[in-house]
């Protein structure tokens, strides 16, 4: 398997609406990603977990929360969002993030949310 | 902080040309460069990585090099086709308390028949 799933492919939410983003992958990889796509934009990194333990989180508003149960998936909760949070949210793994490998990130084809 | 910059937004050639992107970076000295597409609403695909004592890596119908005096790396895609078309993005791997890829901003390339 050398896929990173992500489920759901879309998503539509109020801003009082609580919802999860879930991301699998059975590569074996030990680190995994959350990214933040707007249009016409690069992707932007939101948090790193290594070793299922979070490593990076890149200054994220405290109404995004990630969870990694294990090192498999992935989940990112969503709370009283704002209308500016719509975007497509990537899943990405590696096999790990330590300076001696050369780390290549597959991702998942994202969720695409929409909170109104 | 580490920059990257492609130093085109969009790119349009006809098919069966060359295709070249640029990519350039600061403050930073990488170990390896590398080199994703991008379909629209789909997720980026790893096409190549160049590490800082290679001066070219090749892969099909794409080539990339690096020169890590002029902190740059050149992507091209030789006898484009249509299915070229998307966008390119290159991006670095930053160890700085934990790891992490951060990209450029991406060049959008559009093959004309």
């Known amino acids: 398997d050398t896929e990173v799933t992500q489920t759901p492919k879309h998503l539509v939410m109020g801003m009082t609406n609580k919802k999860s983003l879930k991301c699998e992958q059975h590569m074996g990889h030990r680190a995994m990603y959350w990214y933040k796509q707007k249009a016409k934009k690069p992707p932007e990194l939101m948090f790193v977990?290594?070793?299922?333990?979070?490593?990076i989180n890149e200054s994220v508003p405290s109404r995004f929360s990630p969870e990694c149960p294990n090192s498999s998936l992935l989940n990112l909760h969503l709370h009283a969002l704002q209308p500016e949070d719509s975007a497509l949210y990537l899943c990405?793994?590696?096999?790990?993030?330590?300076?001696?490998?050369?780390?290549?990130?597959?991702f998942g084809a994202g969720s695409r949310l929409t909170v109104l | 902080s580490q920059k990257i910059e492609q130093n085109s937004e969009a790119l349009n050639i006809q098919e069966g040309k060359t295709a070249t992107l640029t990519c350039n970076y600061t403050?930073?000295?990488?170990?390896?460069l590398q080199w994703y597409r991008q379909d629209p609403g789909r997720g980026p695909v790893f096409l190549l990585l160049?590490?800082?004592?290679?001066k070219e890596k090749r892969k099909e119908r794409l080539k990339v090099t690096f020169d890590t005096t002029l902190k740059q790396s050149l992507f091209h895609i030789t006898a484009s086709q249509p299915a070229d078309s998307a966008t390119y993005l290159c991006a670095l791997f930053i160890y700085n308390q934990g790891g992490k890829l951060i990209f450029g901003q991406g060049t959008e390339l559009s093959v004309k028949p």
């Open positions: 990405a793994s590696s096999q790990g993030t330590d300076v001696s490998g050369a780390n290549v990130l597959t």
């Open positions: 977990y290594s070793y299922e333990k979070l490593s």
């Open positions: 403050n930073y000295s990488p170990a390896y």
């Open positions: 160049i590490r800082e004592n290679e």
